[in-house]
């Protein structure tokens, strides 16, 4: 396997064309923000957390590539949001004492976090896939919502992306479908788990303590229904892109391999939400994961692989830009960002 190659472009360039050039290419002048601190899931219903407070961090470069193979894959951060944590939201089953220690132990924060949102387009296969959303108009106020503007910097506009993949239907990944003037990517097809749809528009999600997050989906997803692709376990997005079933965060929760040539990434989207707590500790409980016990299990065998086959992974809140590799180590895993084993 060889490592993929990192650029960072201007809107201007064409996308086809910046393709062939990063193959060969490593930007020597990549900024990273100053960002190191514990990502967090979001809550599936509004009312299940405090309004986010708007983020005075430093947030460009707000996007970032990487090539796999002949494939194109840009992170773009739709917001940063700081708060309160880790803890409960991570190791609600442990004490806060236990969880600030780790985090000492991590050079973290004890009671303090960042968290970020960070959708990803895949150009493979003369497609422009975009992986999730972010939280759209509804977000901005609050410093999220960014995911257009970024976009449009990285070089792409709403109308280029051909397919709109939703791991799952949580706010933060399903806020960003519609527009002030209706769906917001006019071009594109869909596709998402059947598992997950039909879990949302059921009563059980209507009438429970989730019925906010299902008003969500009643109002971006299911008026997109008619082209929506319902998928599942091994089901292929386009050439190259592998869908695979990691429930547990949410009920019909899907993680993707991309694949091109000899290399291969995944998106694991919400399996591990922290990069110290989730990783170090696979089996701390996660406020947000709907059901605890089947996440754990995804958790260890998704992350498994990954170090096993020593391939990179994007998370949709780690640290942005997000993606990074793992280590087994006792108990867990050790999160190795992806920083300049690329440039050299």
């Known amino acids: 396997m060889t490592d993929p190659v990192v650029t960072q472009d201007s809107g201007d360039l064409n996308r086809r064309g910046a393709m062939k050039l990063a193959v060969g290419t490593a930007a020597a002048g990549l900024l990273f923000p100053t960002l190191a601190q514990a990502q967090s899931t979001t809550a599936p219903a509004a009312a299940e957390v405090p309004a986010p407070t708007p983020s005075p961090l430093p947030q460009t470069p707000g996007w970032r590539s990487v090539m796999i193979g002949e494939a ?32 000492r132990d991590n050079l973290l924060p004890e009671t303090r976090f960042a968290n970020g949102f960070i959708p990803v387009i895949v150009e493979i296969a003369e497609q422009r896939v975009l992986f999730d959303t972010g939280f759209g108009p509804g977000g901005r106020e609050n410093g999220m919502g960014q995911l257009a503007e970024r976009m449009a910097d990285a070089g792409y506009a709403p109308e280029d992306i051909d397919i709109v993949v939703l791991t799952h239907m949580h706010g933060d990944h399903i806020g960003g479908l519609m527009g002030e003037d209706g769906p ?8 998402a788990g059947q598992v997950e749809y039909d879990f949302w528009t059921s009563d059980e999600a209507k ?26 376990e091994g089901a292929e997005v386009v ?106």
């Open 72 to 103: 194109r894959v840009t992170m773009v951060l739709d917001g940063i949001r700081p708060g309160d944590g880790p803890h409960p939201t991570f190791g609600e089953n442990q004490s806060a004492e236990t969880v600030a220690e780790l985090m």
């Open 184 to 191: 917001a990517f006019a071009n594109a097809r869909y596709v």
């Open 207 to 232: 009438s429970g303590a989730r019925a906010g997050n299902a008003e969500l989906v009643a109002k971006n997803v299911v008026p997109l229904k008619y082209k929506i692709t319902f998928v599942g």
């Open 239 to 344: 050439p190259g892109i592998v869908a695979h079933e990691a429930f547990g965060h949410s009920p019909g929760h899907l993680v993707f391999t991309v694949t091109s040539g000899d290399q291969t990434l995944w998106l694991t989207a919400d399996t591990a939400n922290h990069f110290v707590a989730s990783l170090q500790k696979p089996d701390w409980e996660v406020r947000f994961d709907m059901d605890k016990a089947a996440a754990i299990a995804t958790r260890r065998k998704i992350f498994d692989k990954i170090a096993a086959d020593r391939v990179p992974f994007i998370g949709y809140h780690m640290p942005f830009p997000g993606i990074g590799y793992v280590q087994t180590i006792e108990g867990g895993y050790r999160f190795v960002p992806l920083t300049y084993q690329l440039d050299v």
